[in-house]
């Protein structure tokens, strides 16, 4: 049987440039590692100084960020743009984030972890907004959770989800992919990707004073769609 051997390039250079290994993608991160580099301590530099109210001199100080509240509708927004004197590129690293039970209380300051109740900082995400494209242009989609459609056919975004203990959903809830003026349906495990940009969650256990707005909310508009 006659056998055939691909031609190596006649150009050394091209060659060179053959042998030489693919830059790997950049593996993907879990949402607590971005979490745990956002509020790790750091001594600030001596172009940074802080000015001490106290002894009235510029000292070197440490600074780190300890939440102490957080809203019941938590937005965190990913940093996929980096830009120096020189450079300029898209972040395309995939953060892998939870649907459900997102517990920020690791990330709280200690009085307020010792302060707060078991299952008050559970999140649960409702929309993620994505960018599609390059630093210097490109194109926004969104997924949102929604609950199902209404016995007139009207499609609503919930502001409520329900879910029982071990954290799956107690009604049923879908998510779906808007794109300018195409709604699809889509699968939860589609919703993790590169693209992500804009992660919003909902606090499981809202404050009193969200629920009132909430019920307020929705009472007004039942009255006006009636």
Not at 29 to 34: H, I, Y
Not at 163 to 173: F, I, K, L
Request: hydrophobic share 40%; with cysteine.
């Amino acid at each position: 049987a006659a056998t055939r051997t691909a031609a190596g390039p006649r150009n050394p250079a091209a060659a060179k440039r053959q042998a030489r290994p693919r830059r790997r993608a950049a593996e993907a991160v879990p949402l607590s590692s971005c979490l745990d580099a956002f509020t790790k301590e750091e001594t600030l530099s001596d172009d940074n100084v802080w000015f001490c109210p106290k002894c009235k001199v510029n000292r070197r100080a440490v600074s780190k960020i300890e939440p102490w509240k957080l809203p019941d509708i938590l937005v965190i927004h990913m940093k996929r743009f980096l830009a120096s004197s020189q450079w300029r590129e898209k972040i395309n690293t995939r953060v892998d984030f939870p649907l459900t039970a997102l517990d920020m209380s690791p990330w709280l300051s200690a009085e307020a972890r010792a302060e707060t109740p078991p299952g008050a900082m559970l999140f649960d995400l409702f929309a993620v907004i994505n960018h599609l494209g390059v630093i210097s242009g490109g194109h926004y989609t969104a997924y949102v959770r929604a609950v199902p459609c209404s016995r007139d056919g009207v499609e609503e975004v919930a502001s409520s989800f329900p879910t029982n203990d071990d954290g799956s959903s107690a009604t049923d809830y879908r998510w779906l992919h808007v794109d300018d003026d195409v709604v699809e349906e889509i699968g939860p495990h589609q919703i993790v990707t590169n693209a992500a940009y804009v992660l919003f969650y909902r606090r499981r256990r809202l404050t009193p004073s969200t629920v009132i707005n909430l019920s307020s909310f929705n009472a007004n508009g039942s009255s006006t769609s009636s």
